[in-house]
């Protein structure tokens, strides 16, 4: 390090200031529900409803964003698209928008007097205040983390590395699974990590477009909103378990793909 | 030093996750900044009023505060409008107002005992009844109270703990009389979501994505009624909601404060509310 004394202290003041900032609230989030009768609160329907329901559309959507994004992000890395600005921008939007602006463009576009609403209705269709209209809303606000993220993976990867495995026989799908998906790891892995924490944090489109249900639609954020009204310690239980999840599941995807990529025949 | 500039990987994926993760929650409230009202000229010293109020009283308090600004030049009333459990949770967590209002008597006796209000100072301004409401189309074709029983329909309620909310899980309770003991029940499975007030609800029902909803009398405005129509609740079934108003313990402008309260008590005040469809205290 060149940096003169005082610009060290800086940096160092500055990054310490911005992590306690984030660490000290959510640590006290989990003294407080340590403190409170735990037990009594997880045992409670609401929250073991929420937990549950937000666990399966967050994964079901995280699913969903990478199914259909890593073909998106493949393409945007690597073919000369000519209209990747705009693409680019389109999926960049989601993450600027106020999520309420989301539901509202969902309500608008699947809701009963929506674009698609006579077709839906027609099939016998309805969305809004259903699992999978929970389920839209995630995958509309998540998607891009993950799309965007993995773009910039792909487009990391060393075409000259492709081009010799393919000359040494590989055919594309091969190609794509041993050679660029484990170099481009690292960000396909903070993308999935970012989109699927940006699911199950959803709340604005979800309240909108979804509504408010406990089993059905209530997800883990939602039901801390209204907890936070009625009972204190459910809200603060369910943000601890929230935390906890979260933290578990980074957890295990980092040993998982670390595991992976240092051994990829298991 | 040297460690904390070379900030492990984990963390920062940590921080990273928590930025994206904690995204500003769009409190589904109606936004607080309501259109601008004409006031008096301020003076260089402007006084602001906080006053917290149930979201149905969201139009009659707007004029009101008009009114009342125009008869105390200098002074602003800012509202923050929400479900009375929402503003009796925000000032339990410390947020500063001069006058609650709330929807119902059990939110200010939580305010009472969390000492936000002082007991015996909360008095009735105004009450209320409720009432169905189902969009303009009414393509489910709901004409009466028992249809609101039938299966598939999705009707939209304010949450159990919103004040409308529990007004309104009384009035089912009370039409098991007529139309049998399972009757509430069977309307409570057609709940497709619980809003966190009363506008919400109003909202839901305007955008025909819910077939009825129930809120307040006053909620069906002239504005609202262009979208939707109400459908009576008998008196034998009804609930009389009962508004008190306090000023807050903690007010920053007691004096104002009780201005205020003394303006909607009087009868411009009454004469405005019964205008937006309210009851006379």
Known sequence: ?266 | MKRLLSLPPLVLLIVSLWLSACQPATAPTPPAAQPAQPTAAPATSETTLTVFAAASLTDAFNEISSKFEAQHPGVKVTFNFAGSQQLRAQLEQGAVADVFASANTIEMNNAIRSELVVSGTQKTFVRNRLTVIVPKDNRANIQSLADLARPGLKIVLAAPGVPVGGYALTALDKMNQQFGATFSQTVLSNVVSNEDNVKQVVAKVQLDEADAGIVYTSDVTPAAAEKLTAMAIPDKFNVIATYPIAPLRAAPQPQLATDFIQYVLSGEGQAILQKWGFIGK
């Open chain 1, 1 to 266: 390090m060149i940096k003169p004394f005082i610009g060290r202290v800086l940096v160092v003041a500055a990054s310490a200031a911005l992590l306690l900032y984030l660490i000290v609230p959510l640590s006290v989030v989990i003294l407080r529900a340590l403190d409170a009768d735990l037990i009594e609160q997880f045992a409670q329907p609401t929250v073991a409803q929420a937990v549950r329901l937000s666990l399966l559309t967050s994964s079901i959507s995280a699913a969903i964003v990478v199914t259909f994004g890593t073909p998106l992000a493949f393409r945007l890395a690597r073919r000369k698209v000519r209209a990747r600005p705009f693409i680019e921008t389109l999926l960049d939007l989601p993450i600027v928008l106020p999520p309420a602006v989301a539901g509202l463009a969902l309500l608008m576009t699947f809701g009963r007097r929506g674009l698609f609403g006579p077709m839906l209705e027609a099939l016998n269709v309805s969305l809004p205040f259903t699992t999978i209209a929970v389920i839209m809303a995630q995958t509309f606000v998540a998607a891009p983390f993950f799309i965007r993220s993995a773009q910039t993976g792909f487009a990391g990867v060393p075409h000259h590395l492709e081009e010799s495995a393919s000359d040494l026989g590989a055919n594309h799908w091969q190609v794509f699974r041993r050679v660029t998906v484990p170099l481009a790891g690292p960000s396909l892995l903070s993308g999935i990590i970012l989109s699927w924490a940006r699911a199950l944090g959803e709340f604005g489109a979800t309240i909108l477009f979804a509504g408010n249900f406990i089993g059905r639609t209530q997800t883990m954020p939602l039901a801390i909103y209204q907890a936070f009204e009625s009972d204190l310690g459910s809200a603060i239980a369910i943000a601890a378990l929230l935390i906890v999840i979260s933290f578990v599941f980074l957890i295990i995807l980092r040993s998982i793909t670390r595991g992976r990529l240092a051994h990829p025949m298991l």
